[in-house]
């Protein structure tokens, strides 16, 4: 699954990496943040209130491999879960944030994937994405 996951990520990478604003994955507590730059390896985001965020291109990786490994398309989608303890969160957050030094980053993930197609996302709660 993780060549899988490689060869999707190096196939949308460059559209990923284009500067955009975008929304984290809640309706009721979505917040915007900006793709600010980008090389082979990283993203870096801007949040909301000012904050750069780096996000591995492994992190990336991780998040659509745990989607392909465990069928999560549309008829079985993933719990986002997000947390910012880690005990709380859910597995694909912390499969996202294993491979970014231990930083919660699955709620731009998420977006940046939806943004060029290769997920979909419900806002609603239980925010849920899987693999189109």
Request: with cysteine; aromatic share 2%.
């Given at each position: 699954m993780n060549a899988l996951a490689q060869a999707?990520?190096?196939?949308?990478?460059?559209?990923?990496?284009?500067?955009?604003?975008?929304?984290t994955p809640d309706n009721l507590a979505g917040r915007l943040f900006h793709v600010?730059?980008?090389?082979?390896?990283s993203i870096t985001i801007e949040t909301q209130?000012?904050?750069?965020?780096?996000?591995?291109?492994?992190?990336?990786?991780?998040t659509?491999?745990?989607?392909?490994?465990?069928?999560?398309?549309?008829?079985?989608?993933c719990e986002i879960?997000?947390?910012?303890?880690?005990?709380?969160?859910?597995?694909?957050?912390?499969a996202a944030r294993e491979h970014n030094h231990g930083t919660?980053?699955?709620n731009y993930i998420v977006p940046i994937l939806e943004s060029v197609g290769l997920v979909s996302v419900s806002?609603?709660?239980?925010?849920r994405v899987w693999l189109v």
């Open positions: 999707a990520i190096s196939g949308i990478w460059e559209q990923a990496t284009q500067p955009q604003e975008l929304s600010i730059s980008a090389n082979e390896t209130g000012g904050s750069p965020i780096t996000i591995t291109r492994d992190a990336f990786i991780a659509v491999s745990h989607l392909a490994r465990n069928g999560h398309g549309m008829t079985n989608p879960r997000s947390h910012q303890h880690v005990v709380e969160a859910g597995p694909l957050c912390r919660r980053v699955i806002r609603d709660r239980p925010n």
